[in-house]
Every structure is written in structure tokens, then in C-alpha cells.
């Protein structure tokens, strides 16, 4: 497809919203949850569970964090947010910034990790603070009385996030928590929790990296479809046998080679481009740019079937053809 440069950001541009921190809590000695308003006490965007908001922090970057509140509740969000000591720097800004009555701007919210519509029972597997869609999906499938299970994996109590409520599924005979201690040796076993595939069950993950390879590997023998990740790990989806392609620059009219085994976002990064991302995944949509000519490889799971035919995101997805050109 071929557009006028410049002229694709205006027929699809990314509406933005204004949230006003209403509450601050402290859940557990690294997650702060914040509550999220209207500045103008008006109706928030709808959402389902799963979905996340797109932050834009003051120092331009953006971040995504999953919604945890009740979907049902129209009037607040809730984002949870771990301080990452050792991280990029997003958390620690968010703890300095995110004070009551300031206003952030964020995208509206985005659902790249919904729940199966059609399940007959859902299987919610959490580490750490991947804790935060799976109580969203909790509050969702308690007041439609979905059957489900929740397995919570975390070091110890005092680190788990959302206590009351897991504790309360817990004494209802829908949840079990998984603490370790950090011992390797009493790590939970994925492969019991995750157990043989049957006929109507969706089973879910979210957690770090290494956690999510060991529900990768026990659900090997499930249906693709019924298996659903989501991850908070920078981790890009190059895959073996991709190609190489050729990306034109639109404003500059120079072409950037993009190797096979690297990411269209750091061959755009290496030649100067700056491009806000957040999750490096294909979840959030922060990265997404404009493409005018030349057929991506769409590989997120954040952008509409409309928007795919204006944009890309850049962090996970390549080209089918030879070359596409950007409108940056
Ligand atoms: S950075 Fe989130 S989709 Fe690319």
C-alpha cells in the first residue's frame, strides 16, 4: 500500500487520556497500586481483563502496566507497580512521580492477553507481579461465576501482592499459593500445575522470563489455542529462518539494512532513531510507527486488523517483503 508521506498519522492518530492518581496503597514492601480517575470525573474508557495501560512518563518514556481493578468498575483504574531497583528506570520513576492529584496522559487501554470467551474453565498461573491481569481475570470470572483456578507463585507471603484477595480464593478452594524462599529446590512444579490439556480449558501465564519458559516446555503437548502468556521480560521475537529486509526512511530518504537476528527496533535505533517503547514485546503498541510502502510481518498482539493497515510495531515485527518504507 502507498500513501502521500506525512499523511498517515493524521487519518489514524492515538487518542490519548488523562488519569489523575486518586489513591496511592502499599501492598507489599516493592509494589505500590495506584488508583486511577478522570481529572474531570468523567466515564474512563471500557476495558476487559488482561488489558493494560500505556503510560507516558514525564521523562518521555512509556511504560505499560496491567489493569488489576474490576473491569465492571467504570469510574477507576488500577495499575500495580513493582520498583525495579536494578531496572531501566520506569518503576523508579513511577514511585517518584506518580503522587495524589497528579495527572499522567496514557493511551487508552489495550488488550493483547484477553480471556477465551468460550472457555468452560480457566487455569491462571501468576510469578510475582505477574500477578496483576490475573486479579483483574479474578474479579471478571467471580462475578460471571466462570469456574477457574489460580496458582500463585512468589518468594514469600509478605511479597505476594493482593494478599486478602488470594487469600480469601484460597479459602474457597480456587487458588493455592506457591511460596519457595527463594530455594530452587522448592520451586514450584510447573508441570502439576499446568497439568494435561483437556477439552475447554484455557490456561494462562504472566510472570518473568524464566518462569514463562517453564510454561512453555509443560505445555508443549497443549493446543496453541488454549494456551495464553503474557510476559513483563524485554524479550524480542526474532525467530530462526527470518530475513533480512531493506527499511527506506521516508523523511530522510536513506535505506537501513535490517540483518537477519535483528530487531527492526535496534537496526532504527542504530541510525538514530529514537522510538518510545515500553514492553519491547508486541503488547503495549507504544512503538508503533507508520509504514507507507512494503508488506510487514505483523508479529504483536497490540494493533487492530485497521490499524495494521497504517503501522507497525517495530520491536517484534519484520517484513515479508523485500523492503517497506517508514514514515519516520
Ligand atoms: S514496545 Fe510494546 S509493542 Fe513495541
Redesign the pocket.
Known amino acids: 500500500m502507498t500513501h502521500p508521506p506525512g499523511t498517515v498519522r493524521k487519518m489514524l492518530s492515538r487518542p490519548e487520556i488523562l488519569l489523575q492518581i486518586a489513591e496511592i496503597k502499599v501492598l507489599t514492601p516493592r509494589v505500590s497500586a495506584y488508583r486511577l480517575v478522570s481529572p474531570h470525573g468523567e466515564r474512563l474508557p471500557t476495558w476487559s481483563a488482561g488489558a493494560h495501560l500505556?503510560f507516558r512518563l514525564p521523562s518521555g518514556r512509556?511504560r505499560?502496566y496491567s489493569l488489576c481493578g474490576d473491569p465492571a468498575n467504570k469510574a477507576e483504574y488500577w495499575v500495580a507497580v513493582q520498583r525495579e531497583e536494578n531496572g531501566e528506570g520506569g518503576s523508579l520513576e513511577v514511585a517518584e512521580t506518580f503522587a495524589r492529584g497528579v495527572v499522567v496522559p496514557a493511551d487508552p487501554p489495550r488488550n493483547g492477553f484477553p480471556l477465551a470467551e468460550d472457555a468452560r474453565h480457566h487455569v491462571l498461573i501468576a510469578g510475582g507481579i505477574g500477578i496483576t491481569p490475573v486479579v483483574a481475570m479474578i474479579h471478571h470470572l467471580k462475578r460471571n461465576k466462570a469456574s477457574y483456578f489460580v496458582h500463585i507463585c512468589a518468594r514469600a507471603l509478605k511479597e505476594v501482592a493482593f494478599r486478602d484477595l488470594i487469600q480469601a480464593e484460597v479459602a474457597l478452594g480456587r487458588a493455592k499459593l506457591h511460596l519457595d524462599g527463594n530455594d530452587p529446590a522448592r520451586r514450584p512444579d510447573m508441570g502439576a500445575m499446568v497439568g494435561a490439556a483437556v477439552d475447554g480449558t484455557h490456561i494462562y501465564a504472566c510472570g518473568p522470563a524464566g518462569f514463562l519458559k517453564a510454561f512453555d516446555r509443560a505445555t508443549e503437548s497443549w493446543p496453541r489455542g488454549q494456551v495464553h502468556v503474557e510476559s513483563f521480560a524485554p524479550e524480542t521475537k526474532q525467530t530462526e529462518g527470518d530475513r533480512p529486509f531493506d527499511v527506506t526512511i521516508i523523511s530522510t530518504g536513506k535505506t537501513i539494512q535490517v540483518p537477519a537476528g535483528t530487531t527492526l527496533?535496534a537496526a532504527l535505533k542504530a541510525a538514530g532513531h529514537d522510538i518510545?517503547?515500553?514492553?519491547?514485546?508486541?503488547?503495549?503498541?507504544?512503538?508503533?510507527v507508520a509504514y507507507l510502502d512494503g508488506e510487514p510481518d505483523h508479529r504483536?498482539q497490540?494493533l487492530t486488523d485497521d490499524e495494521r493497515r497504517e503501522f507497525l510495531?517495530?520491536?517484534?515485527s519484520r517484513a515479508r517483503s523485500a523492503s517497506l518504507t517508514l514514515d519516520l
Open positions: 500505556n512509556t505499560c527496533l518510545a517503547t515500553s514492553c519491547r514485546q508486541g503488547i503495549c503498541g507504544s512503538c508503533m504483536d497490540a510495531t517495530v520491536c517484534c
